[in-house]
């Protein structure tokens, strides 16, 4: 069974940082290209992150770039989203996805991506 595991979301008061790991169980990121993804209430979910098979593309959505940064150890078949001077802004659910079929172009639309970890709740207030 494809899973992916979302771990490391929590609590934390703005300008804060947190970590968020992405582990998937039952087959190898080494053929994935990965995306995170978030959901604040009442809202549409949106793309934050995402990184190609080999690690040389990647991209941000313009309200993260240059606080966020995603990377992958595919020997531990996890990915990361570091993620610095938080803002109450990025409350939300955080979910990471996995995209086989553009491995080098999966880019940030929700709908190229076909297995999704269960979320993991970020909340930023002080």
Do not use: H
């Not at 008061?13 to 992405?22: A, E």
């Not at 549409?44 to 190609?52: L, M, Q, Y």
Request: aromatic share 12%; charged share 20%; hydrophobic share 30%.
């Amino acid at each position: 069974q494809l899973q992916l595991v979302e771990s490391g979301g929590g609590l934390v008061q703005p300008g804060g940082s947190l970590r968020l790991s992405c582990t998937a169980s039952g087959f190898s990121l080494d053929y994935y290209a990965i995306g995170w993804f978030r959901q604040a209430p009442g809202k549409e979910r949106e793309g934050v992150s995402w990184i190609s098979v080999s690690g040389r593309n990647r991209n941000y959505d313009d309200s993260v770039k240059g606080r966020f940064t995603i990377s992958r150890d595919n020997a531990k078949n996890t990915v990361y989203l570091q993620m610095n001077n938080l803002k109450p802004e990025d409350t939300a659910v955080y979910y990471c996805a996995a995209n086989r079929d553009d491995p080098e172009e999966a880019g940030l639309g929700y709908f190229n991506y076909d297995v999704w970890g269960q979320g993991a709740q970020v909340t930023v207030s002080s």
